[in-house]
Structures are given as C-alpha cells and as structure tokens.
C-alpha cells in the first residue's frame, strides 16, 4: 500500500447526531449540515448513514452538492441550500427538487418568477453581515414573502462556539423580533448553537463539525483515522540534519520513519516540527519539515520498526492537529486530499 488509508467511521458520525439530536426536545427537528462534500468524508455515504441514523433533512452550500445529495439519498429528504438561488440553478432547483434558502431581495425575485410555487426557504441576517436578509429588507417584504409560505426561516450565529461571548444573546434577541408571529418552522442553530441550550433550538437545529467529531461538541466520537505507510526507515548519527531547510538535527542516534503524505494530501506545511503521529498509543514527534509528499518522523524509541503510523486516531484527534498547525478542525478535514484510500466502517448503507 503506497497511499495513506483514510477510515471514516460512520457509526460514530450517526452516534454522534443522535447525542446532537438528545440536545434539544422531541419536537425540535435536528437535520444535518454535509456541505462541502460532508466536510471532505464523502457526502454519498455519510448521508445514507445519517438517514439511517434517522435524519430526514439536510443542508448543503450549493445548489451543485445538492445534485450528489439527492443521487444518494433519492426523492423524498429535504435538501436546503445555504447559497440560495443563484443565476444559473434554476433548472438544478426545480428538478432536483432543492429547497433554497433566499438570501437577498434578487434572490427573492429570482426565485418567484422562475419557479413559482416551488419551495424556499428565507435567510435572515440577525447581526454576522455575512448572507441573509437585513432587519429593514425584511420588513418590507415580509408579507409579500410569507404569503408565498417559506418551508424555513432562518439566521446564523456568529460566536456560538463561544458560549459567554455576548453576540450569542444578541443575535438571539434580533432573530426573535424579525421571525416574531411568523408562524413557520424556524432556525437558527448549527452544532454550537445546539450546545447553547433550548432557547437557541427553535423549530430545528441544523449541526455540521459535531457530527464529524469536531469542536465545540467535546463529547464527540472520534469519526477519522489517519494511517500513513512507513516507505522508508533509516538510522542517523547524533548531528545529521533532516529534510528542507534543515530545520531538525539529531540530538542522538535516531531511527528515522518516512511515510507516505504531506501537504498535498491536506497536512498543513505548519505542522511541521509541531505534532506527533501514532504507533499504537506511541507517540512519535514528525521532525524536519512536512513537504509535499513526505513527512519524517522519529521512531527510535519504538520497539519495532513500525509499517504504518497514524496522524489521526483516538489518540489525536481533528482539533489536537489544528491547535498545533493552527487552524480549525473543519479545515483539516477540508483539506484532506484525494490520494487517501477512504474506508467507511461502522453502518452498512
Ligand atoms: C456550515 C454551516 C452550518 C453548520 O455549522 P457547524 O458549525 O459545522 O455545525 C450551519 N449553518 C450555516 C449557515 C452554515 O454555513
């Protein structure tokens, strides 16, 4: 095996969204954000697993994931587009069946004119200025809109992976007054938000990162392994120097391990010299800098020479690498990139 081996567990993704889904009441609906290809797992099995697990709408980005989306799980989940209707989706929109989220006063029109009576849904800004309708936008459409009978109304928090930061009451309380006596399903809640308690739930919250294991859900199964193949190992003497640079020199006589992956494949180049990778519950640095294809890494203090050594296992997980390369873990697992042989485990689909 000359490729690194990349195993999503999709037990852990369903355990994971049935933990999210125990969050909120029973009447709360709790769907599943798998844009960007279910954050680099694979949104075909990733989303059959979840709607075994017992989800029946899902969210995507873009009306173009909303085509795979809807191949893997046929006709009857609800599939929500962040992006809204854009130039060009119309045909995507109405026969796929999307559901888009409309997010501008053109958008609004757009969608009103090419499919009339097809399905929206509305996006309302409640203070991120990042997509959404704007409190006084909304105010001067608002009967039009809700006489056109929005599937969803919804808004995005900004800090919510915060709990004390005050931006999460505020939004609250904006949400509050622009959907007051609606009357429709609302939401306004991704993983974070779904942490932050009942009065953040609404109609339905709508968690991405938590079902993939990742922060602010700490109690998240751990979804992704990482196994890298040993290609070479070497000794070296106390004083040789090690990869680009020459940023590592040996302090002692080293065994040196060079397996199969490097930043192409979504390790970030700033991990280098900053983490370690796994044999067994062993925990052996990465020295010397990460390049494009490689990545060193001292193993003089295992027993055996080692064929595989994980990056990402219960050992270390998504968040202890972005700490070290400094990111978020959604963009580790966004990263990762597709010379990995993917194995799902866990729910046959
Ligand atoms: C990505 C996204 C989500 C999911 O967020 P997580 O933090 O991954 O749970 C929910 N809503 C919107 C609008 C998003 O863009």
């Given amino acids: 095996m000359s490729t690194g081996r990349l195993t999503i567990d999709l037990q852990a993704i369903a355990e994971n969204w049935r933990a999210l889904d125990a969050r909120s009441a029973a009447t709360v609906e709790t769907a599943a954000t798998i844009k960007a290809d279910a954050y680099g797992l694979g949104v075909g099995p990733v989303a059959r697993a979840l709607h075994a697990a017992g989800a029946r709408t899902f969210f995507v980005a873009v009306a173009e994931e909303g085509a795979g989306l809807r191949e893997a799980l046929g006709p009857s989940p609800r599939i929500f587009v962040y992006g809204g209707h854009m130039p060009g989706d119309t045909d995507m929109i109405g026969d796929l069946g999307l559901i888009p989220l409309l997010n501008s006063i053109e958008q609004l029109t757009r969608h009103f004119e090419a499919l009339p009576g097809a399905p929206f849904g509305i996006q309302l800004d409640s203070g991120m200025n990042r997509l959404g309708l704007e409190p006084a936008e909304w105010a001067a459409v608002r009967d039009l809109v809700m006489k056109q009978g929005p599937h969803l109304v919804m808004s995005h928090l900004a800090c919510a992976d915060e709990p004390e930061h005050d931006m ?38 709508r968690p991405g990162i938590g079902l993939y294991g990742g922060r602010p859900f700490e109690d998240a199964a751990a979804v992704v392994r990482l196994s890298l193949p040993v290609i070479q190992l070497r000794d070296l003497e106390a004083g040789e120097t090690v990869g680009y640079s020459n ?103």
């Fill in 168 to 205: 999460n009451a505020q939004q609250l309380r904006v949400f509050r007054e622009m959907t007051q006596g609606l009357g429709v399903p609302l939401s306004l809640s991704a993983t974070g938000g779904t942490l932050l308690g009942s009065d953040y739930h609404f109609s339905m919250t």
């Fill in 247 to 349: 940023t590592f020199t040996a302090q002692r006589p080293t065994r040196l391990a060079t397996v199969a992956a490097g930043y192409a494949d979504g390790i970030h180049r700033a991990l280098s010299g900053r983490t370690q990778m796994f044999h067994g519950s062993q925990a052996c640095p990465v020295v010397g800098r990460v390049s494009m294809d490689l990545i060193t890494v001292d193993v003089t203090d295992l027993d055996s020479d080692p064929q595989a050594l994980d990056l990402m296992s219960t050992m270390q997980t998504i968040d202890d690498l972005a700490d070290a390369a400094g990111t978020i873990g959604y963009e580790i697992l966004t990263s990762l990139g597709p010379r990995y042989t993917r194995r799902y485990t866990g729910v046959t689909t």
